[in-house]
DNA sequence: TAACGTTACAGATAAGCATCCTAACTAAAG
DNA sequence: CTTTAGTTAGGATGCTTATCTGTAACGTTA
């Protein structure tokens, strides 16, 4: 006994007159809607976004239903209409933030940089909290949940943590085609360094990013990347 | 409201007949003992292991002091007895293994290897999971926290994350002393880099640390750090 | 005399569900 | 072009079940 009021997991009454998660999404997009009073898509935003708050602010465990919907400004039923309970919900919201995050997408202009302008730039956008401030405690809890919640560790690293350090290694392949980047290099390890000097700074200071956190990873890091053919003046670039 | 059952955080009735938390560590050393039956010392140990284990495995929002008195083989006035709460009781059990931990120590034997093999070998000692596989759970745990209870994250932080990192930076120290690492490197962040090599490779791979992780880790950042003055194959330096 | 186990209890909080009522929208009948 | 029936959304409210916390009382033991 250690489950305080939530069900070992979601997958108990699955399908009733409810939404099942899976088709959740879809339903949102295009509703064939047969009649009846339609559903207020603005009440949908709202409880995603109320969810996301919460769990930023409260992590999973300590998130209630009832605090979201009292944030959302809505009742209990009408969220209950929606989802069938607290993990269905994570979920959506988690994948509502990356999409967002997704349209926001700005792509680097890599030809304006110098080889090393460029792997700051993508060592910069590793950052959790590059477009999440809250990133540090989702992390923390997801990461506190990975073996209860396997799932919801899993979204995190496919769909915010891996993609972000797939940009990163497109940026250092980049490099190596134009011959700035040398060939033997393990890049994975380099990118796995890059992303997890965000959270060696946190854990050491406790702080918001320092500005200064990303050239410093990538100054320490580009003597063993870089090419040795062009200059080399002592420690760095 | 948030607050599960969980008082805003300890500080409520802080002393009674009770052990305040303070004292704690202390009163167990050495209790004066004026009469009546003296207080089992196994039932201490029994207790703190049992937090600690629930600490890892539940996590402190989930850990309750039910579970921990069952796991103890206890009962609950005798775990109120000694802790006010559970904030109180957490406290003691990090601090307990912790204590534990240090008593373990080994020393490294750094006469006896290259200067990259102390370097490496440093770097797989700053693994959290060196000494307790639970590690990722409970950082994650206290990263999650870090708001609510910035305490527990302090004390983590400055009991078992800075330790560790300290050894590192001193190794590193000692190799800049001997004229196998050059002076002007940036060692705060080659260590916050070492330390958040095992965070990344974890949210990338959510697996135990791969065996050679601290090989690549080391391999990567060695070619910065390492003096130039012996050999240097191509891109060093 | 105080520690410990056993048992029981009160207060708090949460999850889900059930009603009842009103609002909004569709479709068919007039 | 209304009017009306049918259907679902959503708010308000309360309830049941399930935990967890912290205490209290009582008997036993060192």
Redesign the interface.
């Known amino acids: 006994?250690?489950s305080?009021n939530e069900p070992a997991v979601g997958r108990k009454r699955q399908a009733q007159s409810r939404v099942r998660p899976d088709e959740a999404a879809a339903e949102r997009q295009s509703a064939p809607h047969a009649g009846g009073r339609p559903r207020d898509p603005a009440i949908e935003e709202a409880i995603l976004r109320a969810t996301r708050k919460?769990l930023a602010?409260?992590?999973y465990?300590?998130?209630?239903i009832?605090?979201v919907v009292a944030d959302a400004g809505v009742t209990r039923p009408t969220l209950y209409r929606r989802w069938p309970g607290k993990y269905e919900l994570t979920v959506d919201a988690l994948l509502y933030g990356l999409r967002e995050q997704r349209a926001a997408y700005q792509p680097m202009a890599l030809d304006a940089m110098t080889p090393l302008e460029a792997f700051t730039e993508a060592v910069r956008r590793v950052d959790p909290r590059y477009s999440n401030p809250h990133a540090?405690?989702l992390?923390?809890?997801?990461?506190?949940?990975?073996?209860r919640e396997?799932d919801l560790?899993?979204l995190i690293?496919d769909h915010a943590?891996?993609p972000r350090?797939d940009e990163l290694l497109d940026t250092l392949r980049h490099l190596q085609s134009i011959g700035a980047v040398?060939q033997d290099?393990?890049l994975d390890?380099?990118?796995?360094?890059?992303?997890?000097?965000?959270?060696?700074?946190?854990?050491?200071t406790?702080q918001d990013t320092p500005r200064d956190?990303a050239d410093?990873?990538a100054?320490?890091?580009?003597?063993?990347?870089?090419?040795?053919d062009s200059e080399?003046s002592?420690?760095d670039v």
Chains 1, 2 share one sequence.
Do not use: I
């Not at 990118?191 to 854990?203: E, I, R």
């Not at 100054?219 to 040795?228: E, F, I, S, V």
């Open positions: 006994m250690s305080r919460r602010s409260d992590g465990s300590r998130m209630t009832g605090d540090m405690s992390h923390g809890n997801f990461m506190a949940e990975a073996e396997p560790f899993t690293r943590t891996k350090c040398r290099v393990d390890a380099a990118v796995t360094l890059c992303l997890g000097s965000y959270f060696g700074d946190y854990l050491l406790g956190l410093r990873t100054g320490l890091l580009w003597p063993t990347l870089r090419a040795d080399q002592s420690s």
